[in-house]
């Protein structure tokens, strides 16, 4: 199946580098156990400390996400949420529509699985939160004189 065939979340999805290699077959059974939900400028998506079990996918829109003393840009593509998706964590930032934005959620439960069978998507995940891992340590040692 070529790409343009691919339903607008498979394609949205392919845009988020750890699933960009999957399968059409694959980013469809992820569609499926997603969830679209839409947020009005303004409005939190999710709140620092919540407790959290859902990732989110920034599907069209824009967000920004607070964390460290720092905001950060989240377009379509960009994903957050995955330390609570990965270990049922509380919600490290504070993430806030800053225009109409569609998001799709995917439950811990649902994704989990999804991740055994996927284990290319589990690497690159990982790969992700390690980048983001070392960018708030650069921060932190910028800010210590380091």
């Known amino acids: 199946m070529a790409v343009h065939d691919e339903s607008p979340e498979a394609e ?4 988020v580098p750890f699933f960009e290699d999957l399968t059409p077959e694959d980013l469809e059974r992820i569609c499926a156990i997603g969830e679209r939900r839409t947020y009005a400028p303004s409005e939190v998506i999710v709140g620092k ?3 959290g079990l859902d990732l989110f996918i920034v599907m069209s829109g824009a967000a920004s996400v607070e964390t460290g ?3 950060h840009p989240l377009r379509p593509g960009d994903f957050f949420g995955e330390m609570a998706l990965l270990a049922n964590r509380r919600r490290s930032a504070t993430v806030v529509a800053t225009e109409p934005v569609e998001v799709m959620t995917i439950r811990s439960t649902y994704f989990k699985p999804f991740l055994v069978k996927n284990p290319s998507v589990a690497v690159a995940l990982l790969e992700g939160v390690a980048a983001r891992l ?6 932190v040692d910028r800010s210590t004189g380091a």
């Open 12 to 15: 949205a999805l392919r845009r």
């Open 49 to 51: 400390d919540e407790e």
């Open 69 to 71: 003393g720092a905001v």
């Open 134 to 139: 070392r960018e708030v340590q650069d921060r």
